[in-house]
């Protein structure tokens, strides 16, 4: 089978989507299929240009700017090289990531060529707005009590609440199979967007999938790590986030200085960057965690793995995922997970089996944290149903689950076509049997 795979972001840019389309890529092609993946560019140093290694069947189309939002990109969609590939190859179906930008292109190559269009939902877009510059003015309306402001705040909340969701559901309707990384935001999705069924779309369940890398542990690097953080000393825990407000790292850090009145010795380490990073120090500064917390900044996706298995507890805030890959990353290295309940997260957490989930309440995840800190016994079992539940996420798995949705797209998609063409056919007979 051959698959045009289409997204706004992918390597260098670090972040979820990227993390997926590689690994479904890497393993749909070695169980044969042929993958194009269509990026923007990125702008490199001299120096890491000819570090790159060559890419193999990866087309880079342009983009307009290079610092869109934070460290992302704003493509250009417009780019010809997309109809000239596409003109060129015969894809079988196209797997697009997001709906706008690329999405657009790729509904429209899709009808152009006879393609069937397969469309994965990663994120809750409403939630991510904010950060495009306009939208964020409009938002800081709340600040201001004049007339302005209030109209500011309105608009900002009609296109969060009304014309996103809008758009969202008449995309996906140009769709022919919609996937959503848990059945819970399958259900999210379903409800939030009015995505009917009975309009030709199928809507299916694929997660991301683990290299079997995320399940052997470097006992050296994990002893190393420990060492290095005290944790012979104290617990060690560990959280990989972009630091933004989309992620909820405020209340992690207030429900850290909960648990050091409980439990005055630990150490919190911070995986990831974000435009919130300096932020985020101040306040643990003002919460009096400075020693506590340690920013470690983006680490290389290899070295991540010993990081998790190095620790005693996996903790997480956010309630904007669609599927928490780092949770299952955690678990894959028989880390136990604390996190707060919500959807896209309460799939992959089971309670008193992999971890626990609680409200967003700093006293209930501080009680959470103490429950599996204070209890070797209840943390060795936690570890062990963690790397369970770890092991139906393993990549080889998920990607012949993605080739038999990609097949049966096809299937649904010619047989589709073939029945409009047949009634295509009766309307004409019907009109030449017409008298006069």
Known sequence: MKIAMMTNNYK??????????????????????????????????????????????????RTLSQHFYSDTVLPDPLDPILEEVFARENFDVIHVHHPVLIGRVAAHLANKYGI???????????????????????????????????????SSRIIKQEIAPRYLSTFMRRCDTVIAPTEGMRRTFLQQYGYPYGCGAQVEVLPTGLPEESY???PAAMREIRRKYGADRMPLLITVSRLGHEKNVPFLLRAMAELKRRFPAFKLLVIGEGPQRAEYMDLCEELDIREE???????????????????????????????????????AAKTPVVAVKASGVEDLVEDGVSGYLCPEEEEAFAEQLLRVLQNEPLRDRL?????????SYQEVTVAQKAARIYTDTCRRYALAQTEDRSRTSEKRTERLSLPG
């Open 12 to 61: 260098p840019f670090i972040g979820g989507v990227p993390i997926s389309i590689e690994r479904l890529t890497k393993a749909l092609r070695a169980q044969g299929h042929r993958v194009v993946i269509f990026a923007p560019q990125y702008r490199r140093t001299e120096q890491e240009a000819e570090a790159q290694e060559p890419e193999e069947d990866v087309v880079r189309y």
């Open 116 to 154: 069937p269009l397969v469309y994965t939902y990663h994120t809750q877009y409403e939630q991510y707005l904010e950060y495009a510059g306009f939208i964020h003015w409009l938002s800081r309306g709340e600040e201001h009590p004049n007339l302005l402001g209030r109209l500011r705040s309105r």
């Open 216 to 218: 052997r542990n470097d």
């Open 293 to 331: 917390i340690c920013f470690l900044g983006s680490l290389p996706n290899r070295e991540i793995a010993s990081y998790m298995a190095a620790a005693d507890c996996f903790v997480f805030a956010s309630k904007t995922e669609t599927q928490g890959i780092v949770i299952i990353e955690a678990m």
């Open 383 to 391: 570890r062990v149903g963690a790397f369970e539940a770890a092991l």
